[in-house]
């Protein structure tokens, strides 16, 4: 959905094939996550996407049309993310407080904060990449 320019005729156009109690299932980037805190991901930008997606966005698709939003789910954070969230989280951060003594900083931070990604239950706190939402036809 994030790729589609005309969102209004593309969900009107999925909803048409629905019974009414089916299910309309919308996957998509969380602009909430880290990755939409990152003012460098051109991936994030037109013309790669077109739109911006949150759980706020996606609730108010059912005051839109004809749907009624039976459930979101927000994916914690993956493994294969930890170091871009890192970077996209701190590494900028310590750049501007620390100049010339960021790389050794940013050395040891992103190690411990690798540490306590890998070994503690941090990451089913930080939102992940994706979010889903769960819609039923009226």
Not at 18 to 24: C, N, R, V
Not at 68 to 87: G, V
Request: no cysteine; aromatic share 8%.
């Amino acid at each position: 959905m994030e790729h589609i320019a005309a969102i209004g005729q593309a969900i009107t156009a999925s909803l048409a094939v629905l019974k009414p109690g089916g299910k309309l299932i919308i996957s998509v980037p969380n602009n909430d996550s880290f990755l939409g805190k990152d003012k460098y991901n051109l991936m994030n930008l037109p013309p790669h996407h077109l739109g911006l997606w949150d759980e706020t966005s996606l609730k108010n698709l059912e005051k839109i049309f004809n749907i009624k939003l039976q459930k979101i789910q927000i994916e914690p954070l993956q493994s294969y993310h930890y170091r871009l969230y890192y970077s996209i989280i701190f590494a900028e951060k310590i750049r501007k407080i620390f100049g010339p003594l960021a790389k050794t900083i940013n050395k040891i931070l992103g190690r411990l904060s690798l540490y306590l990604l890998v070994h503690t239950r941090l990451p089913r706190k930080i939102t992940g990449h994706t979010i889903m939402a769960v819609y039923v036809k009226q």
